[in-house]
């Protein structure tokens, strides 16, 4: 989702505070913290602001994405943002956290593109210090569960610039089909950039799995 769904020109809607602590098995009114024995993803708060905006308005991470919020108060307003759309039911975000730590490392996004998520658009953003440490493996593992698990989505796609060698590379090793590409259809700096899709269908991902359960939900 190299496109991100926000749009700050459209968002004159003030914070709001951090999310309730209080946890709810419905993940509309607050997410499930996905844990793997290296990462923890939970919901974004307002007090990850100034991480985020430190690490995915770096240079080498924001180069193929839209461009992120670009002061801490839109990180803010994204955050708050995330929760709105999550209340209604078409998009969710998680902060990405290393266990033990509780400091937002990056994000994963997941939005519906068709009512009810059977087919939803998923993207993701990590502080470069990360890459290459298993961080996105797992925390992509544990994004995939809950896609297909919860969301009962039947197929999950995603776009990257063909010029995003690291993004191209990180979606075929967590077993992303390429299907097609789509041409001039990215527009980043003044420039229309062609972009490959990638899916991932539910029964690929099951068949991948095998019987194991990854999903911790807590």
Known sequence: MEKMPYQVALDTIPAEPPASSIV??????????????RVVLREMRVSDAPALF???????VSRFISPPPSTVEGFERFIAWT?????????????????????????????????????????????????????????AALVLDFVFDTLH?????????????????????????????????FLRRGEFLDQVLYAIVDSDWRAARGTATTLNVH
Do not use: M
């Open 153 to 185: 989505a039947h197929r999950l796609e995603a776009r990257a610039a063909i010029l995003n060698g690291r993004g191209n590379g990180a979606l075929r090793k967590i077993g992303a089909q390429q299907e097609c590409v789509l041409r001039k259809s």
């Open 24 to 37: 709810s098995t419905d993940w509309r009114q607050t997410l499930p913290t996905l844990r793997s024995d």
């Open 83 to 139: 929760h709105r759309q999550r209340l209604a039911g078409t998009y969710v975000c998680f902060a990405v956290t290393l266990r033990g730590f509780d400091t937002a490392v990056g994000i994963f996004q997941v939005r519906e593109t068709h009512p009810g998520f059977d087919t939803a658009e998923w993207g993701f953003a990590l502080g470069s210090a990360f890459w290459g440490s298993g961080v996105f493996e797992n925390s």
């Open 54 to 60: 430190a690490l995915l308005t770096a240079e080498e």
